[in-house]
């Protein structure tokens, strides 16, 4: 059974430009939930995707947006990078939108912005 | 809304030693309990979860925590930690309805940094 997977590893952007992370689900999973870990910080939640559609929505501002497909692999999007963006961008699966009582976590993608 | 507090940031104990990392939560409705373990460099693993029933759950690792829910806790503890167990270690809440499902948003705490010194 294959976890959950993320590309890039590490990615180096500058300050206006934009970015996209991707994420593969584990296997029979249909819902994505994707998080951003600051350094010293707790994960914080930036929305979920559950087959296709948003499913929830933390308080980041509308240039993080993201896109789930049919096989459930998720996309995050970030326009107009800011130095606060920095962060290990974590993208996690689970088996259903309405009884995901765990989430399986992949290795993140770090990205900096200068 | 609700929150976690995680009241130690570091936590450094000798190989073989017990060990408490200690959570707490507010949340005005009932939810459901995690811990997590983060490795330098790697995501998230889960440790153990509360979910309903006994209120000691037992996680990987040798790893159990308690639920308190008078206290609103969920300590977790390892009667001997090993080397190994270094690592950043993270509690989290999510909703739980009256029908036994969740939203799935995990709230974290700022996490707790286990330092095991030989």
């Known amino acids: 059974e294959t976890g959950v997977t993320q590309s890039p590893t590490h990615l180096i952007k500058t300050r206006g430009q934009q970015v996209t992370l991707r994420c593969s689900s584990q296997?029979?999973?249909?819902?994505v939930s994707w998080y951003q870990q600051a350094l010293g910080q707790g994960p914080q939640f930036i929305f979920q995707?559950?087959?296709?559609?948003?499913?929830g929505r933390g308080n980041f501002p509308p240039r993080f947006s993201g896109l789930q497909f049919p096989n459930y692999s998720s996309e995050l999007n970030v326009n107009a990078l800011e130095l606060d963006d920095s962060a290990l961008y974590l993208c996690?699966?689970?088996?259903?939108?309405?009884?995901?009582?765990?989430?399986?976590f992949g290795p993140g993608t770090r990205l900096t912005v200068l | 809304a609700q929150s976690v507090t995680q009241l130690d940031s570091q936590v450094p104990v000798f190989e073989e030693a017990p060990v408490e990392l200690r959570c707490n939560y507010s949340?005005?409705?009932?939810?459901?309990l995690f811990w997590y373990v983060q490795y330098p460099n790697q995501g998230l693993q889960l440790l153990l979860k509360?979910?309903?029933?006994?209120?000691l759950v037992k996680g990987i690792n040798g790893f159990e925590a308690e639920f308190n829910k008078s206290q609103t806790s969920f300590h977790l503890r390892k009667p001997s930690v090993h080397i190994s167990d270094t690592a950043e270690y993270f509690c989290?809440?999510?909703?739980?309805?009256?029908?036994?499902?969740?939203?799935?948003?995990?709230?974290f705490g700022q996490g707790t940094i286990l330092t095991v010194h030989p």
């Open positions: 996690a699966s689970s088996p259903s939108g309405r009884r995901n009582n765990e989430q399986f």
């Open positions: 296997s029979g999973h249909n819902t």
């Open positions: 509360y979910l309903s029933g006994s209120t």
């Open positions: 995707y559950y087959r296709e559609e948003e499913n």
């Open positions: 949340s005005s409705v009932s939810v459901y």
């Open positions: 989290a809440v999510t909703l739980a309805n009256a029908g036994g499902t969740s939203y799935g948003k995990l709230t």
